[in-house]
């Protein structure tokens, strides 16, 4: 079955350091590929997604993702955060066996100190 | 637009008690899924529509039921409520297969059982 990992639980960074957050996900088929997230108090909406083409995908607010196939990674990467970015994280890739079920990983929490 | 509106937004419910938390869209969408998100295990996938009419189970079912007469409602119902249903849950809406199009959700509902 599909899974996805997201190992950094918690991240604590200063305004203007740099943000990697890691995704890996088991299946090794065609797999599609979304990072959400969460701003306090509020539902969840879409940063970026990664279909095909490009490995390298920008979304919105200057985040983008890097998908490496050989290494089943997607992770999430900001040059430069602000305190606007404290938020949860998830990582969501499609079920193989299921075009109607997303999986997701178990969050990131990030939290931007000025 | 309203998007996916959730209600309620908190709710509080003893053992055994039975409540509906209602889950309705404006943007047409066929695709409908409900999620819980717990600590430390993201979201997981109670119940999913593909269209009116048409439900399936997801990763967590059990204890709750859905039904599907419009495109625009999808209720959650849970039968008889236990302290293991204690958790927040979304409501997500997309216009195709989740593993392709962007899924919308609602604000959330946080559920305790005492």
């Known amino acids: 079955a599909q899974s996805v990992s997201q190992h950094n639980h918690h991240v604590i960074l200063s305004e203007a350091a740099s943000l990697e957050l890691g995704c890996n996900y088991s299946y090794g088929g065609t797999v599609n590929l979304f990072w959400y997230v969460q701003y306090p108090g509020q539902h969840l909406q879409l940063l970026l997604k990664y279909f095909s083409g490009d490995p390298l995908v920008k979304g919105i607010k200057g985040f983008e993702a890097e998908f490496i196939k050989s290494k089943f990674s997607f992770n999430l990467r900001k040059p430069s955060v602000q305190w606007s970015d404290t938020a949860e994280y998830f990582c969501?890739?499609?079920?193989?066996?299921?075009?109607?079920?997303?999986?997701f990983g178990t969050g990131t929490r990030l939290q931007v100190f000025p | 637009n309203a998007g996916v509106t959730q209600t309620p937004k908190f709710q509080v419910l003893k053992t055994g008690q039975s409540m509906t938390l209602q889950c309705a869209q404006d943007?047409?969408?066929?695709?409908m899924s409900w999620y819980r998100q717990d600590p430390g295990m993201g979201l997981r996938l109670i119940h999913y529509?593909?269209?009116?009419?048409?439900?399936d189970q997801g990763e967590v079912p059990n204890g709750y039921n859905v039904s599907r007469s419009t495109t625009e409602d999808f209720p959650l119902r849970l039968l008889s409520a236990a302290p293991s249903q204690t958790s927040v849950y979304f409501c997500a809406s997309s216009y195709g297969p989740t593993e392709r199009a962007e899924a919308f959700f609602g604000q959330g509902t946080r559920l305790t059982v005492v």
């Open positions: 969501a890739v499609n079920d193989p066996y299921n075009t109607d079920k997303l999986i």
């Open positions: 529509s593909v269209g009116a009419g048409i439900t």
């Open positions: 943007m047409n969408h066929e695709y």
